[in-house]
C-alpha cells in the first residue's frame, strides 16, 4: 500500500519560517516533488529531488527561499521569509519521472494548509 504522509505547516507570520516533511512508503520511486494549490489557481509545481539526491532544482518563483531536501524516502521543504502569497495547500508527490509537471507523478500526499499572516 502507497503512502504519502505530510506533515508541517501552519500559520505563520509574514518573514517567518516553516519546514514540510513527506514520508514516502510501499513503492519504488525516482522523483520526490512538491507543489502548492492557492485558492483559485492552478497547482504549482516548487521543487524536485532525486531518490539519489543528487539532482534537484526550484521553481524560480519561490528560488533562494524554499530549499528542498530528502534522505532514505523521506522528502522535506524548508521554507524560509515566507509570504502571504506563499498560502496555499502544500502537497509532496512521489513518480518515476523527471519533470515538473503534475502529470509526472503517480502518488501525492494528503495535502497540508500553510498560512502566512501578513
Known amino acids: 500500500q502507497v503512502q504519502l504522509v505530510q506533515s508541517g505547516g501552519g500559520l505563520v507570520q509574514a518573514g517567518g519560517s516553516l519546514r514540510l516533511s513527506c514520508a514516502a512508503s510501499?513503492?519504488?520511486?525516482?522523483?520526490m516533488a512538491w507543489f502548492r494549490q492557492a485558492p483559485g489557481k492552478e497547482r504549482e509545481f516548487l521543487a524536485r529531488?532525486?531518490?539519489?539526491?543528487?539532482m534537484q532544482d526550484t521553481a524560480d518563483s519561490v528560488k533562494g527561499r524554499f530549499t528542498i531536501s530528502s534522505d532514505v524516502s523521506n522528502v522535506y521543504l524548508q521554507m524560509n521569509s515566507l509570504k502571504p502569497e506563499d498560502t496555499a495547500v502544500y502537497y509532496c508527490?512521489?513518480?518515476?519521472?523527471?519533470?515538473?509537471?503534475?502529470?509526472?507523478?503517480?502518488?501525492w500526499g494528503q495535502g497540508t494548509q500553510v498560512t502566512v499572516s501578513s
Open positions: 510501499g513503492t519504488a520511486f525516482s522523483v
Open positions: 529531488v532525486s531518490w539519489s539526491g543528487t
Open positions: 508527490a512521489v513518480g518515476g519521472k523527471w519533470t515538473i509537471r503534475e502529470s509526472g507523478y503517480d502518488y
